[in-house]
């Protein structure tokens, strides 16, 4: 007779832990708000219930725990619902963090607070609530941080609502967005934390602390934080690995976390570690599901299920390596929290998001087809489709797809990555106000340089070079102007892995018959919006300019 085992959640991101307990013998039961969600198919049964109704989850568990099957486990992944999960196990008795470890690890001004209490580094903060939003605010943030300073939601996942404010005039837009991304309708704004970011995943087992999965995060596009990809491993040296794994131990036995997956965001700043986040899940991005097993060899969902599960991980055991524990400065006098360990990779995982400028979808396309065998997949956003609207991303949910490739050698792996997000295309309908406004530059007063250029602006001088027409039909790989043939833009590369010369070519072979085109505008449009800003720019000429 098969156990049940729950998975809250249905999206993407639970389609490994949904593969992975069918692999061990469950029967597996999703519970989503959305009747649609795209892995539904994929388990043996569904329930449509809010991710956030723990009393609705747990009727639904109890149930199942008293059928002759039984029940076994509850699990997440790539959610912001691990508090629901250990509400649920708590009451029935199941294998989990506590429901209070939970709740700090999931609202972001309890788990500072853990942090603080216990000496553990992290920025200073505020809580703000909708009520607190007026003008004397400012002044009460700025008597206790600096600019620039960051807002975010206190209970979402995916950089949702999460926002660099620099000046006076971002800051009141900054945290209105952030309380109304919230669910409960509060913000916390915080230190920035200024250096290179990390994302680690790890299993916390009968008192070990089992690190799986490192990689450094590729964040750009102030004053949003948006992670155009990850690399695994983290490329760093030895003494830097281990302070960061020693933080973070410290961080997830702060929040109190004894069970199951705990999942770190943090930054190696000039005074050592600083975490910015600990959720007591596994990660989502593509990492723990996929860059983290393709890299080390590991099913790391499925052992965190068989913890769910109450049986012992043991390939996670058996490859589990002794990790130095090194307290920085900041936390030296602070006692190992638990073992240290680290399931290391074997190889190099490379993830990398492609983007769009804003507009409206006519279609999408790959300029070339995907020859290299490094590049293991191409995951599109369903909901990047034609006549969908697209838009620069503010957040991680906002990106057009991802594209993960893999080797043994590190440079093969980024450069397969790269070089497939560089091909993939997508046709925005012409003459559409949103797409013309962007590539004239406009702007949100509280957004100063966002969305951002391709390329470096152009200067005047430059921008008077630029006379006359490029011939209808013409291939305008030839026109490239001499000054953006030197070392200055020769390097340059857009959102998308395009240098200028690489954008022209690609020009050549989308677009074939074109239209007479201003030169001058047409390298303004390219600057401004890379390769989609010189096709919608053509295509607008083509369709009648408005």
């Not at 030895?238 to 961080?251: N, R, T």
């Not at 797809?401 to 450069?415: E, F, L, P």
């Not at 005047?460 to 039909?473: H, V």
Request: hydrophobic content about 40%; aromatic content about 8%.
């Amino acid at each position: 007779m098969m156990k049940n085992i729950v998975i809250l959640g249905a999206g993407l991101m639970q389609k490994p832990a949904i593969l992975s307990a069918k692999q061990l013998g469950f029967h597996t039961i999703v519970v989503d708000a959305d009747p649609k969600a795209v892995c539904i198919p994929q388990a043996d049964e569904f329930f449509k219930i809010d991710l956030k109704d723990k009393e609705g989850i747990l009727e639904l568990c109890t149930r199942l725990k008293n059928s002759p099957e039984g029940l076994e486990g509850v699990f997440t992944a790539g959610t912001d619902f691990s508090a629901s999960v250990s509400y649920v196990c708590e009451r029935l008795g199941l294998p989990a963090h506590s429901f209070e470890a939970a709740t700090n690890a999931s609202i972001k001004t309890q788990m500072r607070a853990c942090f603080e209490k216990e000496g553990v580094p992290s920025p200073k903060f505020i809580r703000v609530g909708k009520s607190d939003i007026e003008p004397s605010l400012l002044d009460c943030v700025l008597a206790k941080m600096d600019f620039p300073f960051v807002v975010k939601p206190v209970d979402n996942m995916g950089a949702r609502g999460c926002r660099m404010v620099r000046t006076k005039e971002e800051f009141l837009p900054a945290v209105i967005i952030a309380c109304e991304c919230s669910r409960t309708g509060y913000s916390i704004i915080e230190e920035y934390m200024e250096g290179p970011e990390f994302s680690i995943d790890a299993l916390v087992y009968n008192g070990k602390f089992i690190v799986t999965g490192f990689a450094i995060r590729h964040i750009k596009y102030e004053p949003y934080f948006i992670e155009i990809g990850h690399t695994m491993p983290a490329e760093i040296p030895a003494e830097m690995h281990d302070e960061l794994i020693s933080v973070f131990a410290l961080g997830a036995k702060a929040e109190g976390l004894t069970c199951g997956a705990a999942k770190a965001d943090i930054k190696y700043t000039k005074n050592g570690p600083m975490i910015g986040e600990i959720a007591a899940r596994l990660s989502g991005g593509y990492m723990s599901g996929w860059t983290y097993p393709y890299a080390s060899d590991l099913n790391l969902t499925e052992q965190g299920i068989l913890i769910a599960t109450g049986q012992k991980p043991e390939k996670l055991l058996e490859r589990a390596k002794p990790v130095n524990y090194t307290p920085s400065e900041l936390c030296k006098n602070l006692s190992a929290p638990y073992e240290l360990f680290e399931v290391p990779c074997v190889r190099t995982s490379a993830e990398r998001a492609w983007m769009s400028i804003p507009g409206t979808v006519e279609y999408v396309e790959n300029i070339k087809e995907y020859t290299d065998k490094a590049v293991f997949d191409v995951l599109p956003r369903a909901t990047v489709s034609i006549g969908s609207h697209v838009d620069f991303p503010r957040n991680n949910v906002e990106k057009c797809g991802n594209i993960i490739a893999v080797s043994h050698d590190r440079d093969t792996a980024i450069k397969a990555a790269e070089d497939a997000v560089s091909n993939v295309f997508i046709t925005l309908k012409p003459n559409t106000k949103e797409t013309d406004d962007y590539l004239a530059g406009v702007t949100q007063s509280d957004e100063d340089n966002f969305p951002p250029d391709a390329f470096r602006k152009l200067t005047e001088n430059q921008l008077n070079e630029l006379q006359g027409e490029i011939a209808a039909d013409t291939p305008v790989a030839q026109t490239l102007p001499d000054f953006l043939n030197t070392s200055e833009y020769q390097n340059l590369i857009d959102w998308n892995f395009n240098t200028i010369a690489q954008t022209l070519q690609k020009f050549d072979i989308l677009r074939t018959k074109h239209p007479a085109l201003n030169k001058q505008e047409f390298f303004k449009a390219i600057i401004r919006g890379g390769i989609q800003g010189a096709v919608y720019y053509s295509d607008s000429i083509k369709a009648g300019r408005k």
